[in-house]
């Protein structure tokens, strides 16, 4: 009998236990993967608004100049501003990878 009546008071337990588990796993866990959203999301962002800037330059560009070089414009394939959108961001996301990089390998210093 007395086997039985600890029967709820290990079922208490094992609950408490898995209750904190999963409280301190979802914690720590989902703090980083929040924290790696807002990362990417700011560098999506941040690339958005490069890509609005880059594009407004280029077509400033095309339309201030005189005449006779803005039939340049005719000459270049459609896809132009574009591909010179595509190469800075490309520069863009290389320079956050090697900062990412180089973070890395101070963190590993710092901690080893």
């Not at 009998?1 to 898995?18: D, H, V």
């Not at 999506?44 to 609005?52: S, T």
């Not at 990878?97 to 710092?110: D, P, T």
Request: hydrophobic share 55%; with cysteine; proline share 4%.
């Amino acid at each position: 009998m007395p086997a039985i009546l600890g029967l709820p008071a290990l079922a208490a337990f094992i609950g408490a236990l898995l209750t904190r588990m999963v409280a301190v796993f979802f914690s720590e866990k989902l703090i980083r993967i929040a924290y790696i959203l807002s990362v990417a999301g700011v560098l999506y962002a941040a690339m958005k608004v490069l890509d609005n800037a880059v594009s407004g330059y280029i077509g400033d560009l095309l339309s201030g100049m005189p005449p006779e070089v803005s039939y340049l414009g005719i000459l270049m394939p459609s896809n132009t501003a574009a591909c010179i959108q595509a190469c800075i961001a490309t520069q863009f996301a290389c320079t956050t990878y090697s900062f990412v990089n180089k973070a890395v390998l101070i963190k590993m210093k710092a901690a080893g």
